[in-house]
């Protein structure tokens, strides 16, 4: 079973339906047919051009990521809240069909983690979109943004600053290009050691836990050198970078 609809449940309005056909011809080949037309009416060019190609976008993302991710508890604490808003029973949460669908995309070889083929792996016929949560939640996507966006730019600003107090002669292009292969030849020692605190894991919460990391030691060098500190993003695995 496979979505085929979407209902938006507007207050005190009747139902507003959308094929996802309709959705996904849009998607692929920019077509407005059927019912999505109704809604496209009320959208601007650029807008329509911008939803176009965030449906069409292929998240290249491990279908064991997900699974962990979303066996985490801030994972499910999110899919909980997402659930709010996309629903397959009427005052259901949809956390247990989100979490389906994003595995099952996540596992699809053909057609990929995109947002159209998530909406076809939710199991039901019909998703059910709270019109009144809607607003809400893009309220706090846009606050999350903000958060995010806020320290980002503090530590911009701080970095200027730095570099314009140390170093105001510096030319940046006599600097060394990072992205090419360095004089030295390194040692690579990978170490495994214990620490013991509270941490969440996909398992849930645990006392203790594991931590591996990969130490590159430059060959030749006998005087101290710095110390680089690379660490990969949430959920992810060090072996993510190569």
Not at 208 to 235: M, Q, R, T
């Amino acid at each position: 079973m496979s979505a085929e609809r979407i209902v938006f449940k507007v207050p005190n309005l009747t139902d507003l339906y959308m094929s996802v056909d309709s959705l996904e011809v849009f998607a692929k080949e920019g077509k407005i047919t059927n019912d999505f037309g109704f809604y496209a009416a009320f959208m601007e060019e650029p807008d329509l051009a911008k939803l176009q190609k965030v449906l069409q976008k292929r998240f290249e993302v491990p279908p064991d990521l997900v699974t962990r991710i979303t066996n985490m508890a801030m994972g499910e604490d999110f899919l909980k809240h997402l659930g709010k808003l996309v629903q397959i029973d009427p005052d259901i949460n949809g956390y247990d069909a989100m979490r389906t669908a994003l595995i099952e995309a996540a596992s699809d070889p053909k057609d990929g983690f995109t947002i159209i083929n998530v909406i076809k792996k939710i199991p039901a016929e019909t998703i059910r979109i709270s019109a009144d949560f809607l607003t809400q939640f893009a309220n706090e996507l846009t606050t999350f943004e903000e958060y995010r966006d806020t320290p980002v730019q503090a530590i911009v600003e701080q970095a200027e600053r730095q570099v314009s107090t140390e170093h105001p002669s510096m030319n940046y292009e006599q600097l060394p290009d990072l992205s090419k292969l360095g004089p030295y030849k390194v040692t690579k020692k990978s170490i495994n050691f214990e620490i013991n605190s509270l941490r969440q894991t996909y398992t849930g919460l645990a006392g203790s836990y594991n931590l591996e990391a990969d130490i590159y030691l430059p060959e030749g060098i006998s005087k101290p050198v710095p110390l680089v500190v690379y660490s990969h993003g949430f959920g992810a695995e060090k072996k993510a970078f190569f």
